[in-house]
Each structure stands twice: as structure tokens, then as C-alpha cells.
């Protein structure tokens, strides 16, 4: 099992816009395809910073659930288009990472 820890940087003024999406359109719509979402997080301090967390089992999983969300038509269609607006793209940053034995989030 593994993580995705997934930070991205919003565009100014945004971040209601960006936190509106993601839990009302693209965090149902991804778990809905199978995605295991962990937790969703804002900046305390800095006003442009959007961070969440995934959950994957394999490797093999991953990929099937990329294919299911980013290659479906409701995504490209009606997600996508939005995502620029609301976030600089170029500056995601994605980190895979694994639970530690003693940690609580196994």
C-alpha cells in the first residue's frame, strides 16, 4: 500500500473556488470510481496552498483508477476544463509515500 501526497498551488483568489470543487464535484467523483481519499487540506498560513492525500494498494490499482477517472468523458469534459483556472498545473507536485509500521493512518 502506498500514498499519493498531492500539493498544488492555487491561482489568486481561488482557493474557495478550488475547495468548493474539489469537495462537492472531484473528490465524489473520483471515490465514486474507486479512489480511496484520505484527507483534503488548505494552508493555515499560505492562502495558495491545496494539499490531499490518496490511497492506493498497488501499483496496479493506481493505474486502473487514473484510467477510470482522468480517461472518462465526465472528466475530460466537464472537470478538466475548469481545473486551469483555479490552479497552476505546472505547479503540482505529487510525493509517493508509505505509512511508517507504528503510524495511524494504516
Known amino acids: 500500500m502506498f500514498y499519493e501526497l498531492r500539493q ?3 491561482r489568486p483568489g481561488q482557493r474557495d473556488n478550488w475547495v468548493k ?3 462537492e464535484e472531484i473528490i465524489p467523483f473520483q471515490v465514486s470510481k474507486g479512489m480511496v481519499i484520505m484527507g483534503s487540506f488548505v494552508g493555515e498560513e ?3 496552498l491545496y ?7 498497488s501499483e496496479e490499482e493506481r493505474k486502473q483508477l487514473y484510467q477510470d ?3 472518462s468523458d465526465y472528466w475530460k469534459n466537464e472537470i478538466a476544463p475548469k481545473v ?5 498545473r505546472e505547479a503540482i507536485e505529487v510525493k509517493r509515500i508509505m505509512a511508517t509500521p507504528r503510524s495511524a493512518i494504516q
Open 69 to 71: 477517472v482522468y480517461e
Open 21 to 23: 470543487c474539489m469537495e
Open 8 to 10: 498544488y498551488r492555487m
Open 46 to 48: 499560505d492562502d495558495g
Open 84 to 88: 486551469p483556472d483555479m490552479i497552476d
Open 51 to 57: 494539499v490531499w492525500i490518496r490511497r492506493f494498494s
